[in-house]
Each structure stands twice: as structure tokens, then as C-alpha cells.
């Protein structure tokens, strides 16, 4: 069993950037891989970059350049850098973390972009 925390989301102009994080806890040692997916109001919720414990990741082509995911695996933390945020980025931000025990998700953090 995993729980995921997210932090970070906020209210910032187009252009400007963001920081969230997600620390997991519980069952920390099962986990594998872990991501940022967001859901915007009548979307459906899609991938927005991922990282596994080995250090690879990938990107939606919507985010990449502009976007990093990184993790600190000491403080199982999962991190997303997003940069020349644009409106269409606005959505609520959910983390994910993949395991040999299950998948988990997040409460999500609201990111909001303006103009």
C-alpha cells in the first residue's frame, strides 16, 4: 500500500513555471515507476511525463521541452519542473506511482494557468 501527496499546484500567468512535488509513503520499497498525469474539465485524464527507478522517462509531445520530471528516490519524492506554462496546461495534476503491489494515485494539486 502506497500513499501519494502532491504539492505545489498554484495560480501563475502563461509563460511563468511551476514546481510540484509527490511524496509517497507506506509501502515506498514496492514501487517502480512514477508519473504526473492531469485531467482538465471534460477531458480525460492523460499522461504527462513519467520517470522509472532506473532513471528513464517520458514525456506527453505536449509537454516535452518545457517539462521535467525528476525523483529523489531517499525521500521518495517525485518531482515536476514545468516551464513557459501555456492555458492549456491548466488541469488538475494527479501523481502516480506503479508497483509490483499495484498502481496509486494521488489527491491532485490545481494548477491554473492565466491568459
Known amino acids: 500500500q502506497v500513499q501519494l501527496v502532491e504539492s505545489g499546484g498554484g495560480l501563475v500567468q502563461a509563460g511563468g513555471f511551476l514546481r510540484l512535488s509527490c511524496a509517497a509513503s507506506g509501502s515506498t520499497y514496492s514501487i517502480k515507476n512514477m508519473g504526473w498525469y492531469r485531467q482538465a474539465p471534460g477531458n480525460a485524464r492523460e499522461l504527462v511525463a513519467v520517470i522509472a527507478s532506473g532513471g528513464s522517462t517520458n514525456y506527453a509531445d505536449s509537454v516535452k521541452g518545457r517539462f521535467t520530471v525528476s525523483r529523489d528516490n531517499a525521500k521518495n519524492t517525485v518531482y515536476l519542473q514545468m516551464n513557459s506554462l501555456k492555458p492549456e496546461d491548466t488541469a488538475i495534476y494527479y501523481c502516480?506511482?506503479?508497483?509490483?503491489?499495484?498502481?496509486?494515485w494521488g489527491q491532485g494539486t490545481q494548477v491554473t494557468v492565466s491568459s
Open positions: 502516480n506511482a506503479e508497483g509490483w503491489l499495484g498502481s496509486y
